[in-house]
């Protein structure tokens, strides 16, 4: 049998809205976005590290995302990575030479690639190139209604779509960091050592001394955090999208925005965390000149 | 109808599926309000109404896509809101799904398609699933040379025909069909009829269509409701217009049922009217 009953909505008598009613309204709306999106985007994190770590992902779709993301990625990180060396080095020059300390123009160059514009410049390509068309494909997958066909055939969608992207660049991300900080060092020495006649040992000398392990490390340990930033971000959004295309276009968009914002959100929090954790355990400060 | 189609009347004794009280909404829009409605074994129902009145809501309420802010759906008598991840994974296991366009994985061949729900679900060999995948095309009317192609390169009625193959290669219990011949030539339209047709002859299937394509209702569904959108009800009228066999529905004691069957604008010519007046200068 069919029917229904209905029931009459509640019509609540209000008060005409004022300039401050409506301050409040605006400000309260938001607030309650933000505090909502923060936790569908948490909640969304929780569903896909439970499937990660019950359930191994289809190796098929697995094997796609690490190509997509590692393989794929590695042109243009280690092409903008060279370019950064090499920015790095033109910027620095002038006011080493003034100082006449060129041939420590490598401490500088490789320092700042291998802590800090390595993994960012890593992560920033990654979220551009991935990350956009990660939301954009799922975006799609939702407006066309097959992310709603997975569900009917059983497929759980976080588990099919979610955790081999989210895998793929938590455990390539490292391998592009490290190629970006390659590729920046290699274009740092060539525009010092070949264009600007800086001295092949000294530089290499001084670069060897004050990079040291911890360097690289931090670097690299942050990239992870920025990979799943990423992955969760850029899903969350592509499962979240409006309808039309327009819906997928803010999508992708929101992705790279939201992801480069936390990106450097979660650089600055890493970098006060693990300088602590370095000052306590070395007590010393470090020099570099 | 033909009489081999027709479900056994005993059959009909308990419902496969038993929605009570399902109310939905999205944020403040409140899209379906206390609609019960209870499919017994067998039937095809085909649920009819004019766009945004809550056909495909209430569709895929029932399969447990969406779930009700209020009311229970009940599948084979288990309450599929109260159900875990795990038990709804096992119960989609028996519904197919026919998405309106179809909604192929476009990263798959159409074969890979086709052959989702077995490899999901069963652990067969790689042959049995390439003869069921084949077979089920067949069926479907589609040449095996489709099975290599990708979604972008069929045309609209191939895609329906695949989704069609893919909704029943587990042999489900429940078949939803979302539009099943929106958009598709009439000749395509009544291939897909009478593949319906075909599916409820090969075994005894309980069917659910959404569609606003009459000749569809009529020719595919043995019980027949209508939806009326929520905003256009006074309060205390039912959303369900219509409940009863196609053969009723030209005769229907409400007029809104029978404009909506004739395809007639009916007051809503004069609505048109007082919006252009309120907007003209």
């Keep these: 049998m069919a029917g229904t009953t209905f029931r009459d909505d509640i019509d609540v008598d209000a008060t005409p809205p004022t300039r401050l009613t409506n301050w409040v309204s605006d400000w309260g709306g938001i607030v309650i976005d933000g505090v909502s999106t923060v936790g569908d985007i948490t909640i969304f994190a929780y569903r896909m590290f439970t499937w990660m770590f019950t359930r191994l992902p289809c190796r098929g779709t697995t094997m796609i995302n690490f190509y997509q993301v590692g393989v794929l990625s590695l042109p243009v990180v280690a092409l903008t990575g060279t370019f950064i060396g090499m920015v790095l080095a033109v910027q620095s020059h002038h006011q080493f030479h003034l100082i006449g300390l060129e041939s420590r123009l490598g401490v500088v160059i490789n320092t700042s690639l291998v802590r800090e514009l390595g993994p960012v410049l890593a992560a920033t390509m990654l979220a551009g190139r991935v990350g956009s068309a990660m939301a954009a494909v799922l975006g799609t997958m939702r407006v066309t209604e097959q992310i709603d066909a997975l569900t009917t055939m059983g497929a759980d969608p976080i588990h099919y779509l979610v955790v081999p992207r989210f895998m793929a660049c938590i455990l390539l991300i490292p391998a592009l960091t490290i190629m970006a900080d390659f590729m920046g060092i290699v274009g740092g020495y060539f525009y010092s050592v070949i264009i600007l006649g800086i001295d092949h040992a000294a530089y290499l000398q001084n670069s060897r001394d004050y990079v040291s392990g911890y360097d690289l490390f931090t670097g690299i340990f942050k990239s992870i955090f920025f990979g799943g930033t990423i992955a969760i971000v850029s899903c969350y959004q592509g499962f979240n999208c409006e309808p039309g295309a327009e819906g997928v276009g803010n999508a992708a968009t929101t992705a790279f925005v939201m992801s480069f914002v936390l990106i450097l959100s979660i650089d600055l929090v890493l970098n006060i965390i693990l300088d602590a954790i370095y000052y306590s355990i070395w007590t010393s400060q470090p020099s570099f000149l | ?281």
Excluded: W
Excluded at chain 2, 161 to 187: F, K, M, N, Q, S
């Design chain 2, 1 to 281: 109808m033909s009489a081999e189609t027709t479900p056994d009347a005993d059959s009909f004794d308990t419902p496969l599926v038993d929605a009570r009280a399902v109310s939905v909404r999205f944020e403040t829009q409140r899209i379906l309000h206390e609609i019960n409605l209870s499919i017994p074994r067998g039937q095809t129902l085909a649920i009819i109404g004019e766009s945004g009145c809550g056909k495909t809501v209430l569709m895929k309420t029932l399969v447990g896509l969406i779930r009700p802010n209020e009311g229970e759906v009940r599948f084979d008598g288990r309450d599929l809101v109260k159900m875990n991840s795990e038990q709804l994974t096992r119960t989609r296991k028996r519904f197919g799904f026919v998405f309106q366009n179809a909604a192929l994985f476009d990263s798959m061949s159409i074969f890979d398609n086709v052959a989702f729900p077995v490899r999901q679900h069963e652990n067969v060999a790689e042959d049995e699933i390439q003869s069921r995948v084949m077979q089920n095309l067949a069926e479907v009317g589609l040449p095996s040379e489709v099975a290599k192609k990708r979604p972008s390169e069929l045309s609209g009625g191939m895609r329906k025909r695949v989704g069609l193959a893919r909704a029943l290669i587990l042999l489900p219990e429940l078949v939803v069909y979302d539009e099943p011949t929106t958009g598709l030539d009439p000749i395509m339209s009544d291939v897909i009829n009478e593949l319906i047709l075909a599916t409820r002859r090969r075994y005894p299937v309980t069917s659910v269509v959404v569609t606003h394509d009459m000749r569809t209702a009529r020719k595919v569904a043995n019980r027949v409701i209508m939806l009326y959108p929520r905003r256009r009800l006074e309060a205390g009228q039912s959303q369900v217009l219509f409940d009863g066999s196609p053969s009723g529905l030209d005769n229907a004691d409400d007029r809104r049922v029978r404009q909506f069957v004739r395809g007639e604008a009916g007051e809503r010519l004069d609505e048109l009217t007082r919006q252009r007046q309120a907007l003209m200068p």
